[in-house]
């Protein structure tokens, strides 16, 4: 019984030092998730009062924050990358740059109110890859994320593929702009896409904590606002009664400045995803979250001046 115990233990320990090993493999410099360590370094030196945007890579590939910076007479960072590294992680994330005066933008992908608040395999790379540890767990805003298996094969094979000519298709590190936004797709061709299926149901612990994190920066003097995501029609057909409901939900605790409705868009405005636009979609959205931000009467010292609906 001893020797079977002994076996075990080892058994164990090789197991963990395994997946610890494959923890510790580092991500090539270039890898798209990593461009949030260049962000950070962009974000803290910016002066206040600014306007950020938070959200995953409907933020990345949606908006273009240079048109807003010049229309709205104020600096506008996009934080957006990846919905997966959790809304909460990315929340935790902008609030460290925000001062008084400072205004935060939400736009969160729908599923982080149905089954990825916490996030996800691009959770573990933020974690392990950018080396952002103090985000592995934050009991009041959000726990360990999903998918850790799925994770470890991805990272493993990624490991593999690093020996392989890169592929002109995937996301990288450098596609980013000054202003936080993703500008390496804008001149390919639209990929093939899946519509997205019913979403499933709204996660009221999700929705309490991110309430909890709106009280908490607007006690810090930071202006809190919510927009919403670029979705591709099919999507958003498939999940209309949710994102109704979740939109009614909101409007009871944060200023909610858009309609779901205005960024529902067909299939051929998006790159290569439900939430990731192209070019042409890219400036339709800008347009029509300038005209949302005009007509909430933020920023009534810039010249933009949005067109009557």
Same mark, same amino acid.
């Given at each position: 019984?001893?020797?079977?115990?002994?076996?075990?233990?080892?058994?164990?320990?090789?197991?963990?030092?395994?997946?610890?090993?494959?923890?510790?493999?580092?991500?090539?410099?270039?890898?798209?998730?990593?461009?949030?360590?260049?962000?950070?370094?962009?974000?803290?030196?910016?002066?206040?009062?600014?306007?950020?945007?938070?959200?995953?890579?409907?933020?990345?590939?949606?908006?273009?924050?240079?048109?807003?910076?010049?229309?709205? *007479?104020?600096?506008?960072?996009?934080?957006?990358?990846?919905?997966?590294?959790?809304?909460?992680?990315?929340?935790?994330?902008?609030?460290?740059?925000?001062?008084?005066?400072?205004?935060?933008?939400?736009?969160?992908?729908?599923?982080?109110?149905?089954?990825?608040?916490? *996030?996800?395999?691009?959770?573990?790379?933020?974690?392990?890859?950018?080396?952002?540890?103090?985000?592995?767990?934050?009991? *009041?805003?959000?726990?360990?994320?999903?998918?850790?298996?799925?994770?470890?094969?991805?990272?493993?094979? *990624?490991?593999?593929?690093?020996?392989?000519?890169?592929?002109?298709?995937?996301?990288?590190?450098?596609?980013?702009?000054?202003?936080?936004?993703?500008?390496?797709?804008?001149?390919?061709?639209?990929?093939?896409?899946?519509?997205?299926?019913?979403?499933?149901?709204?996660?009221?612990?999700?929705?309490?904590?991110?309430?909890?994190?709106?009280?908490?920066?607007?006690?810090?003097?930071?202006?809190?606002?919510?927009?919403?995501?670029?979705?591709?029609?099919?999507?958003?057909?498939?999940?209309?009664?949710?994102?109704?409901?979740?939109?009614?939900?909101?409007?009871?605790?944060?200023?909610?400045?858009?309609?779901?409705?205005?960024?529902?868009?067909?299939?051929?405005?998006?790159?290569?995803?439900?939430?990731?636009?192209?070019?042409?979609?890219?400036?339709?959205?800008?347009?029509?979250?300038?005209?949302?931000?005009?007509?909430?009467?933020?920023?009534?010292?810039?010249?933009?001046?949005?067109?009557?609906?």
């Amino acid at each position: 019984m001893q020797r079977f115990f002994g076996k075990l233990l080892v058994f164990w320990f090789l197991f963990l030092l395994g997946i610890l090993v494959i923890l510790l493999i580092p991500l090539p410099s270039s890898a798209y998730n990593l461009a949030i360590l260049d962000k950070y370094r962009l974000l803290e030196a910016m002066e206040s009062p600014k306007l950020v945007i938070a959200g995953g890579s409907n933020c990345a590939f949606g908006i273009d924050s240079l048109a807003l910076t010049e229309a709205l *007479g104020i600096p506008v960072f996009n934080l957006g990358i990846n919905a997966g590294f959790g809304l909460g992680r990315i929340l935790e994330d902008a609030a460290l740059s925000l001062r008084e005066g400072d205004v935060l933008l939400i736009i969160p992908e729908y599923s982080h109110f149905t089954d990825a608040w916490n *996030g996800g395999e691009a959770a573990y790379e933020l974690i392990f890859d950018a080396r952002q540890y103090r985000l592995l767990l934050h009991p *009041g805003l959000y726990g360990f994320p999903g998918e850790l298996p799925s994770f470890l094969t991805t990272h493993l094979r *990624g490991f593999i593929a690093r020996f392989r000519p890169p592929n002109p298709l995937a996301y990288r590190r450098d596609g980013f702009n000054q202003y936080g936004d993703y500008i390496g797709h804008l001149e390919m061709e639209n990929q093939a896409l899946a519509s997205a299926s019913a979403l499933g149901k709204l996660d009221q612990k999700a929705l309490s904590r991110f309430f909890r994190f709106v009280e908490s920066c607007e006690k810090r003097g930071i202006q809190v606002i919510l927009s919403y995501p670029s979705y591709e029609e099919a999507s958003f057909a498939a999940s209309t009664g949710l994102i109704r409901a979740l939109d009614e939900t909101l409007r009871e605790h944060i200023p909610v400045i858009s309609r779901p409705e205005t960024y529902c868009f067909p299939r051929d405005r998006f790159y290569d995803s439900t939430y990731h636009l192209n070019q042409e979609g890219r400036q339709r959205r800008t347009e029509a979250l300038l005209g949302d931000i005009a007509h909430a009467g933020l920023f009534p010292g810039s010249n933009y001046r949005a067109s009557v609906p």
